[in-house]
């Protein structure tokens, strides 16, 4: 299948040339042969898949209309909730969780007649930037099994990337999907906050995470997030939007106003990655773009205000697995207090945990006013930061990340310099705006780098033009790695 693009196969799938079928069995046996040196896929529904496949199949043969999906393969990170089929969030507190219930977004897929293969691993909780802390052990790079995958949807990356399946969903809190994407050689898209509901999706900070989209090109991502979009009445910051029609064309970008951030390419930034970049945006101007430079002066706060509202955020959201009403409890136990503790040390990993303390410190009294209040105040200002920059500009483009993938175990012991591979994405979150990212090079170890285009709310559309005309014009996205 690798690298066939989603129109590609729809289109085999329509006329006879492929069946659903053999669509998914071919997934299965790819996973079958890498997924034991990979890591990305932590539980294979084959049985299903097959069986939902073959009833597709004979739905297409007897001329039934079929949904956008038509029975491709898609597979979901594992903080994404599908009725009686493992979520275990990649953490020991949760590792016997099957949920009753599933997300919107899996209705959706299933009602596009989408077919659902298994779930993908990731951080715990989906927190951290590498896919190692997960308690099923770390998403290695398809590119070079050494390299980490990104995070937190590391595994989602992989997966597309090794070919396991065409379509991925992830969720991305501060470039979850974006940063991995890039690692990994392919496209990921974040949508605007609200645009996919987050109904089933396991919490780490509710006003900043938002499901989206990875496949290999442009069209595959348009294609998921057509299907999975839309309001839903059980998330009460689901927008009532009407979904448009996604059609992905490409072609000329005359008349586009596309903004280079100054403070992205600043210090810190890999110089292979500023090259790559900078020859990225040379071939958007050649496709009639006009390049400006625009400045967001507040991104260099992103980092702090981020973790301060993630953390805070977290450590609410977390509260609730106390081995009482949900999660592990713990086996012994003195008494209740005792058995809350335990059975929290006991349940989360040192990074989850990390953030949790940080989260109740800034939230306790006394220190509310000094850390959570004022970075709610300079989130404020980084969403006015980009409002000014979409008066001048249509989109922004720079680096998603500021290396390519790095050494696994590298960081692990360095919080912050983990914390600092999102410095380009974060922003974007904290504002609420769409942003994808698309492959634009290599390094000479041969190590992917990804472009990031940021564009205003709701304005999907245009990044989306944006990243299939810039991939007409260059195949990086097609590239595959040696292992496969």
Known sequence: MHPVSVPQLLTEL???????RQLVQSCLDRIARFNPQINAVVHVAAQTALEQADRIDARRASG???GILAGLPVAVKDNICVRDMPTTCGSRMLQNFIPPHSAHVIERIVAADGILLGKLNLDEFAMGSSSETSIFGPVRNPW???????GSSGGSAAAVAAGFV???????TGGSIRQPAAFCGVTGLKPTYGRVSRYGLVAYASSLDQIGALATDAAGCALLLQAVSGHDCRDSTSLKQTTPNWSVTGGSLQGLKVGVVREHFGAGLDSEVATAVQTAVSRLQAAGADIREVSLPNSRYAIATYYLIACCEASSNLARYDGIHYGHRAAEFQDLTDLYCQSRAEGFGAEVKRRIMLGTYALSAGYYDAYYLK??????RIQEDFEAAFQQVDVLA???APTAAFALGSKLSDPLEMYLSDICTISTNLAGLPGISVPCGMTADGRPIGLQLQSAALQESVLLQVAASYQQAADWHLRQPALL
């Open 398 to 400: 720079g680096p998603t």
């Open 14 to 20: 329509k006329s006879g040339a492929l069946t659903s």
């Open 375 to 380: 970075a709610l105040k300079m989130r404020r």
């Open 166 to 172: 065409p379509l991925a969903l992830g969720s991305d």
């Open 144 to 150: 070079n099994l050494q390299l980490s995958a990104g």
């Open 64 to 66: 039934q209309p079929l």
